[in-house]
């Protein structure tokens, strides 16, 4: 079967991943749709982020969808021939942080398309796929490209489940990609009286706009424009950083009002922090990595129609053009979501 692997910055090629044995609990998916993630996007251009970088070809991709096409032994509640959403996340559930609660910080993680151990973790850009029927959720109702945007949505809910209440609260958003609309789609569901949000270009806002932002402010055009919000102690209640730079960082903690929670979603590398204010306001500096039981909590509130992802995704192209995929999924002023097609 064919996949798709990084061997280092700029240098992706189609491979030959083994057919795996199917055992038992678990599902053989034809792959559907991928989306690629701002991780596959480091890995593509950097190779890798941070202290993470490829020591070995590794396929990347981990927002993915299929079609269940063979089940295991004592699988119950599938069908061959259903959608299922793929959680990528696969924690032991044995070691201590699986354990007291927290799989999305399982010391063993096995997540797809992850070069932080090495050997490294395969991921699910492939045209089939064995998982664990565990990790995998009906998406019955959907479509395929909204199946796979299962995951970043995840990603999104766990980041405020990390911000605590926001009902009637004033909520800043900076950084305007997938993950930043989904956040203000998340943050709208969950109550949020009013949401800004800041971007470096206009494509970006004006998705945030659609997707319910009240205030949408292009911090390159306007270095200052969230100066208002910083005057007295600040304005705002909750801030949600989702670009990983530092300037939005530094913006967001002056916007910031005494006691606010501050959750950093964004992750390019480590940044300097404004000590002094964080102190002086007393703010609450929290990290969001990852997501485990909001996968399940993603797919649910996309049936229901809560939340409507299918806006996000701006193009897909089939494996074969991966090239091109990856190009378009780097302009930033054209594409929000772009996924590959494997079917
Ligand atoms: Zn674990």
Same mark, same amino acid.
């Given at each position: 079967m064919q996949a798709l692997y990084a061997y280092g910055p700029k240098d992706l090629r189609l491979g030959t991943a083994p057919d795996d044995l199917l055992g038992p609990g678990q599902l053989r998916i034809k792959m559907a749709r991928g989306g690629i993630c701002g991780s596959d996007l480091h890995y593509f251009n950097h190779g890798g982020f941070g202290t993470v970088k490829l020591r070995e070809p590794m396929i990347l991709g981990h927002e993915v969808s299929g079609h269940v096409t063979e089940i295991g032994t004592g699988v119950d509640g599938y069908s061959v021939g259903d959608l299922v959403a793929v959680s990528p996340s696969r924690p032991c559930g044995v070691c201590d942080e699986c354990l007291r609660g927290l799989p999305n910080q399982c010391l063993n993680m096995r997540f797809y398309?992850? +070069?932080?151990?090495?050997p490294h973790i395969q991921g699910a850009f492939r045209e089939s796929l064995i998982a !664990?029927?565990?990790?995998?959720?009906? #998406? !019955?109702?959907?479509?395929p490209a909204e199946a796979a945007m299962a995951e970043p949505l995840a990603v999104c809910l766990h980041a405020m489940a990390q911000a605590g209440t926001v009902l009637g609260k004033r909520v800043l958003v900076t950084g305007c990609g997938p993950i930043g609309v989904l956040v203000i789609l998340a943050a709208r569901r969950a109550g949020a009286s009013e949401i800004i949000a800041t971007d470096i270009t206009d494509t970006a806002l004006s998705r945030a706009k659609t997707a319910g932002a009240d205030v949408t402010l292009n911090s390159l055009t306007h270095?200052? #424009?969230?100066a208002p919000y910083a #005057? #007295?102690?600040?304005?705002?209640d909750t801030g949600v950083e989702c670009s990983g730079a530092e300037p939005a960082l530094r913006a967001m903690v002056g916007a910031l009002r005494p006691r606010a929670t501050l959750v950093q979603l964004g992750l390019s590398g480590d940044m300097t922090l404004p000590m002094m204010q964080i102190t002086a306001k007393e703010l609450s500096l929290k990290g969001s990595f990852r997501f485990h039981a909001e996968f399940a909590q993603a797919v649910a509130f996309m049936q229901k129609g809560l939340? !409507? /992802? +299918?806006?996000? /995704?701006?193009h897909s192209f089939p494996l074969a053009q991966y090239a091109t995929a990856f190009a378009t999924a780097n302009d930033r002023a054209t594409a929000m979501k772009v996924q590959l097609e494997f079917t």
């Amino acid at each position: 079967m064919q996949a798709l692997y990084a061997y280092g910055p700029k240098d992706l090629r189609l491979g030959t991943a083994p057919d795996d044995l199917l055992g038992p609990g678990q599902l053989r998916i034809k792959m559907a749709r991928g989306g690629i993630c701002g991780s596959d996007l480091h890995y593509f251009n950097h190779g890798g982020f941070g202290t993470v970088k490829l020591r070995e070809p590794m396929i990347l991709g981990h927002e993915v969808s299929g079609h269940v096409t063979e089940i295991g032994t004592g699988v119950d509640g599938y069908s061959v021939g259903d959608l299922v959403a793929v959680s990528p996340s696969r924690p032991c559930g044995v070691c201590d942080e699986c354990l007291r609660g927290l799989p999305n910080q399982c010391l063993n993680m096995r997540f797809y398309g992850s +070069a932080m151990p090495f050997p490294h973790i395969q991921g699910a850009f492939r045209e089939s796929l064995i998982a !664990d029927a565990a990790q995998c959720i009906n #998406a !019955d109702g959907l479509t395929p490209a909204e199946a796979a945007m299962a995951e970043p949505l995840a990603v999104c809910l766990h980041a405020m489940a990390q911000a605590g209440t926001v009902l009637g609260k004033r909520v800043l958003v900076t950084g305007c990609g997938p993950i930043g609309v989904l956040v203000i789609l998340a943050a709208r569901r969950a109550g949020a009286s009013e949401i800004i949000a800041t971007d470096i270009t206009d494509t970006a806002l004006s998705r945030a706009k659609t997707a319910g932002a009240d205030v949408t402010l292009n911090s390159l055009t306007h270095p200052e #424009a969230l100066a208002p919000y910083a #005057a #007295a102690k600040g304005s705002i209640d909750t801030g949600v950083e989702c670009s990983g730079a530092e300037p939005a960082l530094r913006a967001m903690v002056g916007a910031l009002r005494p006691r606010a929670t501050l959750v950093q979603l964004g992750l390019s590398g480590d940044m300097t922090l404004p000590m002094m204010q964080i102190t002086a306001k007393e703010l609450s500096l929290k990290g969001s990595f990852r997501f485990h039981a909001e996968f399940a909590q993603a797919v649910a509130f996309m049936q229901k129609g809560l939340i !409507d /992802v +299918a806006p996000l /995704v701006t193009h897909s192209f089939p494996l074969a053009q991966y090239a091109t995929a990856f190009a378009t999924a780097n302009d930033r002023a054209t594409a929000m979501k772009v996924q590959l097609e494997f079917t």
